[in-house]
């Protein structure tokens, strides 16, 4: 079956960096699409940013999302030989604090779907980043 284990969370200072890596099994990782999405309390789940099996095309939040998609703060990468995803964060902010999770769809998804929590079947369990200023 498909697993997806995030790792690299942690409670950081603001303007600090994070890499979040999120270690896939059970599905063909080069064909599968990747996504992260993140969810405060009392807020739904929200898009972060997501990433074709290939690596080649990827997806940010298309509306202005604070000044995140401006300025690159957010990057995700892959490792189809590691059969890993991840998600980099630069410049942290207290308003980054949340429970990250990464996402798999196996059949590849479409630039409309990879976008939306509903374009994946697969979840992993979250990792806990809390920024403090």
């Known amino acids: 079956q498909v697993r997806l284990i995030e790792t690299g969370g942690g409670q950081v200072q603001a303007e600090s960096s994070l890499r979040l890596s999120c270690e896939a099994s059970?599905?063909?990782?080069?064909?599968?699409?990747m996504g992260w999405f993140r969810q405060a309390p009392g807020k739904e789940r929200e898009f972060v940013a997501a990433?074709?099996?290939?690596?080649?095309?990827?997806?940010?939040?298309?509306?202005?999302w604070g000044d995140s998609v401006a300025t690159g703060r957010f990057s995700i990468s892959r490792d189809n030989s590691k059969n890993t995803a991840y998600l980099q964060i630069t410049s942290l902010k207290p308003e980054d604090t949340a429970i990250y999770y990464c996402?798999?769809?196996?059949?590849?998804?479409?630039?409309?779907?990879?976008?939306?929590?509903?374009?994946?079947?697969?979840w992993g369990q979250g990792t806990q980043v809390t920024v403090s200023s």
């Open positions: 996402a798999a769809d196996p059949s590849g998804g479409s630039s409309v779907s990879v976008r939306q929590v509903t374009g994946y079947r697969h």
């Open positions: 059970g599905f063909k990782f080069s064909e599968g699409a």
């Open positions: 990433i074709s099996g290939s690596g080649r095309n990827t997806y940010y939040p298309d509306y202005p």
